[in-house]
């Protein structure tokens, strides 16, 4: 089945440095990649997914980069602010599994922006 | 939060007790689902639902049991709940034709002792 690694496992940046968060993926059929944000007792919010016939997707400060190839995925978040400060999952759908809208979630990353 | 809501918020019971865990939706979702969280892990799929009275196993269903009667309840079961599944449960839901794209609850904290 998919299996979905995710790194680092923390981060730590400077309020506007840009953070990289970096998934590798098993399933080359896999074709749907959402990146959540989770802040403290609360639930994963989806901020931002790519499909894979797109190479690359923005929205403000965050975008996603996609390797079919080699089979990785990307979370960049430019300008970062102390408000990004979360643990952030990437994950993946697992084709295996028919329409059921599976997904594989990888370990997560804690971000930490210093003001 | 999607129209979701979890209930209870936070459970502390005792090894070997019946615990049912309740996701509610007001936004008419067809596909729903329940992950736990634990250090480490992610999040994992213990059982999703397709439908009214059509669920599934997912990868960590051993313990768990769920129900759906109305499209708006899904209810996870700890039939004799242990230690190990001490963690954070969430709800997600997903509409048909986009069911990969999920939305989360705020979770429920359970503890086992």
């Known amino acids: 089945g998919e299996n979905v690694e995710q790194h680092p496992s923390t981060l730590s940046v400077q309020e506007g440095d840009s953070a990289v968060i970096k998934c590798t993926y098993s399933?080359?059929?896999?074709?749907?990649f959402p990146w959540y944000k989770q802040e403290l007792g609360k639930g994963p919010q989806l901020i931002i997914d790519?499909?894979?016939?797109?190479g690359e997707k923005k929205d403000q400060r965050i975008a996603v980069t996609l390797n079919k190839t080699a089979k990785h995925f990307s979370l960049h978040i430019t300008e970062t602010q102390p408000e990004d400060s979360a643990v952030y999952f990437c994950?993946?759908?697992?084709?295996?599994?028919?329409?059921?809208?599976?997904?594989?979630f990888g370990q997560g990353t804690t971000l930490q922006v210093k003001p | 939060d999607a129209g979701i809501t979890q209930s209870p918020r936070h459970k502390v019971t005792e090894t070997g007790t019946p615990v049912t865990l309740r996701c509610h939706q007001t936004e008419n979702h067809r596909y729903m689902y329940w992950y736990r969280q634990d250090p480490g892990h992610g999040l994992r799929l213990i059982h999703y639902s397709y439908g009214v009275k059509d669920t599934d196993k997912g990868e960590v269903s051993d313990g768990y049991s769920v129900s759906r009667s109305k499209t708006e309840d899904f209810l996870l079961t700890l039939e004799s709940a242990t230690s190990s599944q001490t963690s954070v449960y969430f709800c997600a839901v997903g509409e048909a034709g986009k069911q990969e794209t999920q939305y989360f609850g705020p979770g429920t904290r359970l503890l086992v002792l």
């Open positions: 399933d080359s059929a896999s074709n749907y």
């Open positions: 790519i499909r894979s016939n797109v």
């Open positions: 994950a993946a759908s697992s084709p295996g599994s028919g329409n059921t809208g599976k997904l594989i």
